[in-house]
């Protein structure tokens, strides 16, 4: 039986599916990794190599994934985004600063 060379393959219809713009946190890196957490989801490895050099943990990185024609081909272009990192710093602060408490005089716990 003659295959059709025209028709999608299951694994080339999940490739174009994560194409598109994501934005990576840098939870942490080392010498050849980097955690990155995926669009606010979920923390995972990728080699550092992926990772701008002069980025550092807490910068929020914009990440386009394109999918070529027939899902041969997938280009990945990674650069830091300062608007986010502000973001993402500034909504941090502002967590702290509801979690901490202007009545609390610091000092030991008392049980």
Do not use: C, Y
């Not at 024609?69 to 509801?98: F, H, M, W, Y």
């Amino acid at each position: 039986m003659a295959k059709n060379s025209n028709a999608k393959r299951p694994d080339q219809a999940a490739a174009v599916d994560r194409g598109g713009r994501h934005a990576w946190a840098i939870d942490r890196l080392e010498e050849g990794t980097a955690s990155v957490e995926h669009d606010g989801d979920r923390v995972f490895h990728v080699p550092r190599a992926l990772i701008p050099i002069h980025a550092r943990e807490g910068d929020v990185l914009d990440v386009r994934i394109t999918i070529g024609a027939g899902g041969e081909l997938v280009t990945t272009s990674v650069r830091i985004d300062p608007a986010a990192t502000r973001a993402a710093n500034d909504a941090s602060a502002l967590q702290v600063k509801r979690v901490s408490r202007a009545d609390d005089p610091g000092g030991d716990i008392v049980l």
